[in-house]
């Protein structure tokens, strides 16, 4: 697969608040070796030239396997605990006949111990604190053809640059049960929609996010849309004077699942 075109910079560089979101794709832990592939779009629009009412619309195609490979005891919180390798491989460029086309920064890959008591399927953990990041023992990363490059965090942060879900203190509605269609095949799933908007006096973004919870896919998400609204002002403007820069949809959803997950990065201590 060629990794030759180039991908824009700034496709790393967004950030749109401090609050992050780690179980907005990892709600339950499967058996060992357990994966699954999702596909589906990255697509930004942003104003054009003032000469031109037409906004300038660009679209990557975006790939994500998230695997559990190995599992171990480890110490957290003082006390030996059974944690889990998560691994999940990031693919993002332009589509092209031998597959997606990175370039430099495209493809992005995190393997880290977490503690398995620390994935509970909810937004607040036992003391009701928002769940904003998770919990890591250790990990490693690689970006593009860059070596691997163990991790100086104890929390992992999946937004922005696995998924645009944010973190949501609550789910805006709640749907019933109902059947679901996925490359992957049709599931039994629930839709739960969220919202979270951060201003300050020259941005105000807005992140509105839907994901389908299931059991019957690796880790309990079938599919998911985040759509992001970003807008900004000079610092003694008036609120009315925000103007869009930039607006942001996703779509994913399970393409395949399997049982015989292997890492792709080497195995380190």
Known sequence: MSVRSLFPAFF??????S??????????????????????TYEKEMPGPESNDLNVKLQWTRHLVISSVGSEMAEFEGAQTACRWLEFKCLTGKATESGVAPGV??????????????????LVDKDQIP???LPIIRGYRKTGDKPVEPLQTNVLRLFPLITMLEYYPKWDSEGEPATVETPAGAVSAREYKGSFISESPTTRSK????????????????????????DTKGGTQ????????SRIHVAMSAHEVGKNAESELPASR
């Not at 493809?107 to 008591?117: A, D, G, M, Q, T």
């Open 12 to 17: 790393c560089l967004i950030s749109f608040s």
């Open 105 to 122: 920064s495209g493809l992005w890959i995190y393997k880290v111990l977490v503690p398995e008591k620390a994935i509970n399927g909810q």
């Open 207 to 230: 992140n509105e996010g839907t994901i389908w919870r299931t059991s019957e896919i690796p880790f309990g998400v079938a599919k998911w849309t985040v759509d992001i609204t970003r």
């Open 19 to 40: 609050s992050l979101s780690a179980q907005g794709l990892i709600w339950e832990l499967p058996p060992d070796g357990s994966w699954v592939r999702f596909e589906g």
């Open 131 to 133: 769940i904003t990041f």
């Open 238 to 245: 008036a609120r009315s004077e925000f103007k869009m820069t």
